[in-house]
């Protein structure tokens, strides 16, 4: 099915919908890392993206110290747990379980 120029897809659930994620971006990161030395990704998170990255954390084949992850959807404040932000989601369901290389994240400073 179509929408324009852009393939729909329909899933049975939102397992599927995030394995079938998971594999299609490890296809393309494979294909991308046969021709790079390195690559960056940009993740985000929230519970819409558990089953996704769980998911792309097993997929095969991925030379996962080759790539940058990083995540750029979060939530600041000097007052907020570690474990409530999105970063913290995305290094407990696929950057702990994979030897990824990482961009530190910059220092935030209130004005």
Known sequence: MNYGRTDIVVCDSNQDLGERAARAVAEYLRARLA???ALRIVFVAGE???TFCR???QQPDIDWQ???CFNMDDFWDPRLSKRFTCGYQTEQELLSTRAV???SPG???RP
């Open 101 to 103: 290389r990482r961009l």
């Open 66 to 68: 080759r790539i940058t």
């Open 35 to 37: 021709g790079k030395d």
């Open 48 to 50: 819409s993206q558990s």
């Open 55 to 57: 998911a792309l954390a």
């Open 107 to 109: 220092r935030l400073r």
